[in-house]
Nanobody, 126 residues
Framework: QVQLVESGGGLVQAGGSLRLSCAASGRTFSTRSMGWFRQAPGKEREFVAAISWTLSQYYANSVKGRFTISRDSAKNTVYLQMNSLKSEDTAVYYC????????????????????WGQGTQVTVSS
């Protein structure tokens, strides 16, 4: 059974930092792009960042320059380092793995991912 488990969320003041982790089990995702999405109350799930099997990185404009995505294939883990956090970053953050191997097409589209974690809450106080 495939599982993605996020951790590292919490409450932080504006301007602070958090590091999210996503540990994958049940299969190897080294050949698949991985992504982070978030969903705030009353809003649709939105793309945050993605990293391909070749380590190419993609970011939403709203987080570019503040967030960094990385992966450790040996540990089957993806990270999201979040710096200079703002109140508008408050949301539940989800880790996701791509349906297809060797593809990062439409990396910002949730339907391209068929494995999802349970989410971790990030709250930024102003």
């Amino acid at each position: 059974q495939v599982q993605l488990v996020e951790s590292g969320g919490g409450l932080v003041q504006a301007g602070g930092s958090l590091r999210l982790s996503c540990a994958a089990s049940g299969r190897t995702f080294s050949t698949r792009s991985m992504g982070w999405f978030r969903q705030a109350p009353g809003k649709e799930r939105e793309f945050v960042a993605a990293i391909s099997w070749t380590l190419s990185q993609y970011y939403a404009n709203s987080v570019k320059g503040r967030f960094t995505i990385s992966r450790d294939s040996a540990k089957n883990t993806v990270y999201l380092q979040m710096n200079s956090l703002k109140s508008e970053d408050t949301a539940v953050y989800y880790c996701a793995a791509r349906s297809l191997a060797y593809s990062d097409r439409d990396y910002d589209t949730p339907t391209q991912y068929n494995y999802w974690g349970q989410g971790t809450q990030v709250t930024v106080s102003s």
